[in-house]
């Protein structure tokens, strides 16, 4: 019927190539068109104005001979102004765009390592799409976007990349537990020294109590009693001292079996000992 009536429906997003006895006439616009077929007016086909994506794979190697596969995903569309163009003088755009991708990315990635193409994916992308640019738009295309969406090493590369990156987080990791370690002995170690240095310092200030206690004694029973010497107050303070130890050590059940000389001779001695320690303690600390 459209035939019959010389009009012909265009879709939205769509253009229209008429032709006059297989010449070029127009591009028709999208809507209720007027064809007169009576004098060879006909559409020869349409083109749509969408954006399109293609997405390409490419094969290539890198500076340091691996191989990898290189993802690039174009957008383009037809480009109204010359839609005529893009109709008569590509018969293949989607392997014209192909071949330009293929060119630039096996011009460029091989110029780099495969740590480099991670890297600088982005400068590849912008070369291909000024170069596909710069091609297309004489056919009547506009690419508006490249991306590279993927690039995939051979599996034993990936395998062996991803041991590499395993180890490193493990040497580091090891290197985080021993200087943790280090850390936590050389605290322990400061605790330990700062506890001896105040269990020495209370020994030390004990002794001294004790030595001031002792003087205090011997001083008060020689004033009070008097043809009393020193040492006989001493003797009497040990034996006093010898015997509460006897008999706390007798009192506890659970007390660690000590084996001391016993006797009045014995004791003599030890407070001979304890006498001439007490005296020396007091020189050194005057």
């Not at 990936?158 to 370690?181: F, S």
Request: charged content about 25%; overall charge negative; proline content about 3%.
């Amino acid at each position: 019927m459209g035939n019959l009536l010389c009009c012909v429906l265009v879709k939205q997003s769509d253009v229209a190539i008429m032709e006059r006895f297989g010449k070029f006439q127009k591009v028709l616009n999208p809507g209720l068109q007027f064809v007169p077929w009576v004098i060879g007016d006909y559409v020869a086909g349409q083109l749509t104005l969408r954006l399109q994506q293609l997405d390409v794979q490419c094969e290539t190697k890198t500076k340091d001979n691996v191989f990898v596969t290189v993802v690039a995903s174009i957008q383009y569309r037809v480009l109204v102004d010359k839609a005529s163009d893009a109709f008569y003088r590509l018969s293949n755009p989607t392997s014209q765009i192909k071949a330009y991708v293929f060119d630039v990315i096996r011009a460029c990635v091989p110029k780099l390592n495969l740590d480099d193409v991670f890297e600088q994916k982005n400068e590849i992308a912008k070369s291909v799409e000024e170069e596909l640019d710069k091609a297309m738009t004489a056919y009547g295309y506009e690419i508006l976007q490249t991306l590279i969406i993927d690039i995939e090493p051979d599996q034993q590369v990936k395998r062996a990349m991803n041991e590499i990156n395993a180890a490193a987080r493990m040497r580091v990791a090891a290197n985080e537990k021993a200087e943790a370690e280090k850390i936590i002995q050389i605290k322990r170690a400061e605790g330990e020294a700062e506890s001896k240095y105040l269990s020495g310092l209370g020994i030390a200030r004990q002794r001294q109590a004790i030595v001031d206690g002792l003087r205090d004694s011997v001083l008060g029973f020689a004033g009070n009693v008097p043809g009393t010497s020193a040492k006989d107050v001493l003797d009497m303070v040990m034996m006093t001292q010898y015997f509460d130890t006897m008999r706390d050590i007798g009192a506890h059940s659970k007390s660690s079996s000590v084996f001391i000389p016993h006797g009045p001779g014995a004791v003599a001695d030890v407070a001979t000992q304890i006498r001439n320690g007490l005296l020396q303690a007091h020189q050194t600390n005057p």
